[in-house]
């Protein structure tokens, strides 16, 4: 979710909180498992909510999304021209739908905070423009935090994300791939710091700007986010007040971590598994902390 006061101040936290907020991201890492398992045709978005309330409080956490200024859904779940906060409701998935869930979790006051993005009925039920841009968007994601080192501009992030991005897409144009014309990086919504709340200074563009941005401390946590469409970076807001949508009605992807920026690397406190597969694609350094 990418609601947040914008600002500049960037706290770093101790390897205890490191290690508190890495309870967080697991049980939002295996809630958004266990969400894109039973992401099938047929299920109601307010199904798949339920569903994923019940695993985030089974694992001793509470929803962070759940009454967030409103919100009514554990979930954000985004379908196809939805970008992101989509309130989860009587819409009843189908096959080849793109479908975004984003998910938040707090444990001992603590957040997690992610999202991924599938096709329904699998990959083969996907087009080619859908699978492309689900997976540049989630490539752009661990980019972005590749480009995280103490010492470093905040900023770097929006700079790789959008060189990633701008990389796909002359790819798949050389290669062809029908319906991909053009991504569009959304700019009025952003990563932000998180913490003690979700969404905390400071903002996290995905997308280069000529300011260099604060510099990242060390024991710094941030939730990367990077949104894209198959066409305008234009978005409008439906009558619920929540869900956004793109103004040409194109298809968008939407991929978030919360990570970790440490002395030793980097650990992707809402990835399963660390992030270690991720960040060794992106030749980062994986550096967990030991419980």
């Known amino acids: ?54 695993a985030i409080r089974s694992a001793g956490a509470t929803p962070s999304f759940l009454g967030y200024h409103g919100f009514t859904g554990s ?11 989509g309130i989860p409701g009587d819409r009843v998935l189908a096959d080849g739908d793109l479908v975004s869930i984003d998910c938040g979790a707090i444990v001992d006051g603590w957040h997690g905070d992610a999202a991924l993005s599938l096709v329904v009925g699998g990959r083969e039920r996907g087009s080619a423009a859908d699978l492309a841009l689900m997976d540049d968007t989630e490539a752009s994601l661990w980019a972005g935090m590749a480009a995280l080192r103490p010492g470093g501009r905040l900023f770097a992030v929006g700079d790789a994300v959008e060189e990633s991005v701008d990389e796909a897409l002359e790819r798949r144009r050389r290669e062809g791939v029908p319906g991909v014309e053009t991504y569009g990086i959304l700019e009025d919504y952003t990563g932000h710091g998180i913490g003690r709340e979700m969404h905390m200074d400071p903002h996290v563009p995905n997308y280069g700007v000529t300011s260099t941005g604060p510099t990242v401390p060390s024991g710094a946590t941030f939730a990367i986010e990077p949104m894209v469409t198959l066409g305008t970076i234009e978005t409008r807001t439906l009558d619920d007040d929540w869900t956004v949508v793109t103004s040409d009605g194109s298809r968008a992807a939407h991929w978030e971590h919360t990570v970790a920026v440490t002395d030793a690397g980097l650990w992707v406190l809402t990835a399963v598994d660390g992030g270690e597969a991720g960040l060794a694609r992106v030749g980062a350094t994986f550096a967990p902390l030991a419980d």
């Open 1 to 54: 979710m990418s609601i947040f006061r914008r600002g500049r101040r960037i706290e770093g936290k101790t390897p205890e909180q490191l290690l508190a907020m890495r309870r967080a991201g697991q049980v939002v890492g295996d809630t958004l498992t266990l969400a894109s398992e039973r992401a099938v045709a047929g299920i109601t978005t307010r199904e798949l909510d339920a569903l994923a309330e019940d």
């Open 75 to 85: 979930l954000c779940i985004s379908v196809n021209d939805e970008v992101v906060h």
